[in-house]
């Protein structure tokens, strides 16, 4: 039996990838709630309401950044072999400059909207808004390394460049612990510590990239706008369904809930982190395998299965321990989460699905399909803003919003697959 688990192992790519990228991401994922953690036992519940707001809103804006991101990891897995390294560079400076505008014009709108921002988030002092409006700015740019190291398969670099990423930030809270610093330094620290990992980023990326710079890169910048173009709204979708509730939250309850609330969708979000690095690793095999027709069908429903044992192992946790994690992560001030905590663990499950099924959907370019989850998005929206007398019915909303959209992607995955088997 050992053996022919090991023999399962070395044959299977994507379970070997899958243990090296989730191996790091673990680590990663450790110094990134270390981050959380710290943050949430230094700072005032206030304080740290306004921390996670920001956080999910910096995850809203640069849905426009994401849709470069994971465009760039499909399109560099499929050209990663073509004219090396002359085209991979040439993409590569040209998708820098295409971030340069993109980021220009994020700049000017927020600028122009601070306080609209402090007034809806319940948030008092403006200059943290603009201390988040330049984190935001340097934060654009470091999210072009990542995919491109995946889409390279370059998935030891990848993991390392991860766990720099994190453990900068972890950095950052423990100056903010033993300093005594605010909301505002985090977010000071959070930008320096931003720049240093853009620095680790390109170091990696220099083993592929020549410094030659050529004209404009027109015909992978348009392909790679004809897969961001599909894919924005499943991006979309899956960051707003992840970060709506937090922002509602944060607008329609006071600081105290808030935080209590920011408290329990950072750790039930341990779940998804855990089990999403098995996407990192589904979507360039599969994109490549589907533009060559190959067999894509494997590796989704291998990684499928692994991020459903990983998520139902999370929340049975969650379930059985609440008031022990939440003491040992946060301390006895967030206890008031408890309750919520093995509803929350149940909603992650059902997203981290989600998530699967979308990057998968992504990798065989069935964009309009995904597009549905959409639905899904509304009826979140809809019903939090409609009901909203307390915590747990803002996560039954999301839970309903869920199943919704996990029901509707279910039931066109049969359809799909069968034409891409091979």
């Known amino acids: ?205 220099k083993k592929n990239i020549i410094l030659k710079l050529k004209s404009f890169d027109k015909e992978d910048i348009s392909t790679l706008l004809k897969y961001s173009l599909g894919s924005i709204l499943i991006l979309a979708s899956l960051n707003f369904l992840q970060n709506n509730d937090i922002i509602f939250v944060k607008h329609y309850f006071d600081s105290n809930l808030a935080g209590i609330y920011a408290s329990l969708t950072v750790i039930g979000k341990i779940i998804f982190f855990a089990a999403s690095p098995v996407a990192i690793v589904m979507l360039p095999i599969c994109a490549e395998r589907y533009k060559h027709g190959g067999d894509v069908i494997k590796p989704f429903v291998v990684s499928l299965l692994i991020a459903t044992f990983i998520s139902a192992c999370g929340t049975i946790i969650y379930w059985a321990f609440p008031h022990l994690i939440i003491t040992m992560l946060f301390g006895e001030k967030y206890l008031s989460a408890e309750p919520y905590l093995p509803a929350y663990g149940f909603f992650m499950l059902i997203y981290t699905l989600i998530y699967i099924i979308g990057m998968f959907l992504i990798a065989i370019s069935k964009f309009k399909l995904g597009s549905l989850m959409l639905v899904g998005i509304i009826i979140q929206a809809t019903g939090i803003a409609l009901y909203h007398n307390s915590l747990m019915q803002v996560i039954n909303v999301s839970i309903f919003a869920g199943i919704i959209t996990l029901i509707i992607l279910g039931s066109i995955l049969i359809p799909v697959l069968k034409p891409v088997k091979v």
Do not use: C, W
Not at 157 to 163: G, H, K, M, P, R
């Open 1 to 205: 039996m050992r053996e022919k688990l090991l023999n399962f192992y070395n044959q299977s790519f994507i379970l070997s990838r899958s243990f090296i990228v989730v191996s790091a991401s673990l680590f990663s994922s450790i110094f990134a709630y270390l981050f959380q953690v710290i943050s949430a036992r230094y700072l005032s519940i206030e304080e740290y309401s306004e921390l996670v707001a920001l956080f999910s809103l910096s995850v809203v804006i640069n849905t426009i950044m994401l849709v470069f991101t994971n465009g760039t990891t499909k399109l560099v897995a499929e050209i990663k072999n073509v004219n090396y390294p002359d085209r991979i560079s040439n993409f590569f400076f040209s998708l820098i400059k295409m971030v340069t505008l993109t980021t220009l014009l994020i700049l000017i709108v927020m600028i122009a909207t601070p306080n609209f921002i402090a007034r809806y988030l319940n948030i008092q002092n403006t200059g943290l808004i603009f201390v988040f409006i330049i984190a935001i700015a340097v934060g654009n740019f470091n999210v072009v390394f990542g995919p491109m190291l995946q889409g390279l398969q370059r998935f030891k670099a990848f993991s390392f460049y991860t766990f720099v990423n994190s453990f900068s930030k972890f950095i950052v809270a423990l100056a903010v612990m033993y300093l005594g610093l605010n909301v505002i330094h985090t977010f000071v620290g959070l930008i320096i510590s931003t720049i240093f990992s853009i620095i680790i980023g390109a170091i990696l990326l």
